[in-house]
T-cell receptor
């Protein structure tokens, strides 16, 4: 079974600074996908960024980037130039290839302070 | 992308009763999923709603407790039967396509059982 671990229940960052959220996972699969989802207080889940395991290049979406270390089974999210609107729960998720069954970590509550 | 609505957005129910949650999508989707998010916790997959056949349930979830319907490619319902306070959670619907990696989430239904 796949497990996803987020070891930081809560984090805070000053506006305009950079923060990194950690995620590790356990799998015997070789082909899979990793995601970071954001859940603001409105509770609407929003996809932030995704990474295909077969791609060595780290995914980037504007201020959001990942550090994907396949051998270490690590998938951290870096948020640059943090904004107040980034305040939310962040969930790391794993999905096997050809199986849309998504497994989520426990989440990290990020607070961006003015 | 997809626009997903859920009804009701929240409800307070009495122990022993049942509640049916609706999930409506603005376009045809291959896959529909139901998740539970207990207070302050991560998302747990309940089942995959299959169009034209019975839902596929995850370990720990059974059809008698969480019957699911999927009459067409844009609609699904989840019923929480014979409710107890332990069923108090947010229930989220998500959708995806077989050829796509993304899942789009509905706004969730906040259920409180007294």
């Amino acid at each position: 079974a796949q497990t996803v671990t987020q070891s930081q229940p809560e984090m805070s960052v000053q506006e305009a600074e950079t923060v990194t959220l950690s995620c590790t996972y356990d799998t015997s699969e070789n082909n899979y996908y990793l995601f970071w989802y954001k859940q603001p207080p409105s509770r609407q889940m929003i996809l932030v960024i995704r990474q295909e395991a077969y791609k060595q290049q780290n995914a980037t979406e504007n201020r959001f980037s990942v550090n994907f270390q396949k051998a270490a089974k690590s998938f951290s999210l870096k948020i640059s130039d943090s904004q107040l609107g980034d305040t939310a729960m962040y969930f790391c998720a794993f999905m096997k290839r050809n199986n849309n069954d998504m497994r989520f970590g426990a989440g990290t509550r990020l607070t961006v302070k003015p | 992308s997809a626009v997903i609505s859920q009804k009701p957005s929240r409800d307070i129910c009495q122990r022993g009763t049942s509640l049916t949650i609706q999930c409506q999508v603005d376009s045809q989707v291959t896959m529909m999923f139901w998740y539970r998010q207990q207070p302050g916790q991560s998302l747990t997959l309940i089942a995959t709603a299959n169009q034209g056949s019975e839902a596929t349930y995850e370990s720990g979830f059974v059809i008698d407790k969480f019957p699911i319907s999927r009459p067409n490619l844009t609609f699904s319902t989840l019923t929480v039967s014979n409710m107890s306070p332990e069923d108090s959670s947010i229930y989220l619907c998500s959708v995806g396509w077989a050829e796509s990696l993304e899942q789009f989430f509905g706004p969730g239904t906040r259920l409180t059982v007294l």
